[in-house]
């Protein structure tokens, strides 16, 4: 009988059993949910500086066309402004954005030249685009001015 008592005190109940393997269980899905997050951020933040990079390679190039010729770059804009898809560097394409013309198969850029009188011109460019989270975008206003 003594032999039976002891043998019951040195192995684990199943309740135990079942107590440990939940408490892994739930560890081991709280580090995935965070390894999932943490990877979904990471994601966002390089689309994010990506964006604001097309944003600044736009902004750059606009002021070297200011520089070769005011009188063409404010044409390019109306009062009310003019819309532009800036996925290629050039006036060619003017309205919005197709889908055959994403930037990396994700990126939009499209900008919006406003006169706000005879010598000064407002940009906006706004670069967005969509991920598993919904639809982001990044924007930049400049002004830039004849003299």
Same mark, same amino acid.
């Given at each position: 009988? %003594?032999? &039976?008592?002891?043998? !019951? @005190?040195? $192995?684990? *109940?199943?309740?135990?059993?079942?107590?440990?393997? =939940?408490?892994?269980?739930?560890?081991?899905?709280?580090?995935?949910?965070?390894?999932?997050?943490?990877?979904?951020?990471?994601?966002?933040?390089?689309?994010?500086?990506?964006?604001?990079?097309?944003?600044?390679?736009?902004? %750059?190039? &606009?002021?070297?066309? !200011? @520089?070769? $010729?005011? *009188?063409?770059?404010?044409?390019?804009?109306?009062? =009310?402004?003019?819309?532009?898809?800036?996925?290629?560097?050039?006036?060619?394409?003017?309205?919005?954005?197709?889908?055959?013309?994403?930037?990396?198969?994700?990126?939009?850029?499209?900008?919006?030249?406003?006169?706000?009188? %005879?010598?000064?011109?407002?940009?906006?460019?706004?670069?967005?685009?969509?991920?598993?989270?919904?639809?982001?975008?990044?924007?930049?206003?400049?002004?830039?001015?004849?003299?």
């Amino acid at each position: 009988m %003594e032999r &039976l008592i002891n043998w !019951k @005190k040195q $192995g684990q *109940s199943l309740v135990e059993v079942v107590v440990a393997v =939940s408490i892994t269980a739930l560890i081991i899905v709280a580090l995935l949910i965070g390894a999932v997050i943490g990877i979904r951020n990471v994601q966002f933040s390089r689309n994010q500086s990506q964006a604001m990079e097309l944003n600044r390679e736009v902004a %750059e190039w &606009l002021r070297t066309e !200011k @520089k070769i $010729g005011w *009188s063409q770059l404010f044409s390019n804009g109306s009062p =009310s402004g003019e819309s532009y898809c800036f996925n290629f560097l050039n006036f060619n394409n003017q309205g919005n954005c197709t889908e055959s013309e994403l930037i990396d198969e994700k990126f939009v850029r499209e900008g919006v030249l406003r006169q706000e009188d %005879e010598d000064k011109l407002e940009i906006t460019v706004i670069t967005s685009w969509r991920d598993p989270a919904g639809q982001h975008s990044e924007t930049i206003s400049t002004y830039l001015t004849k003299y």
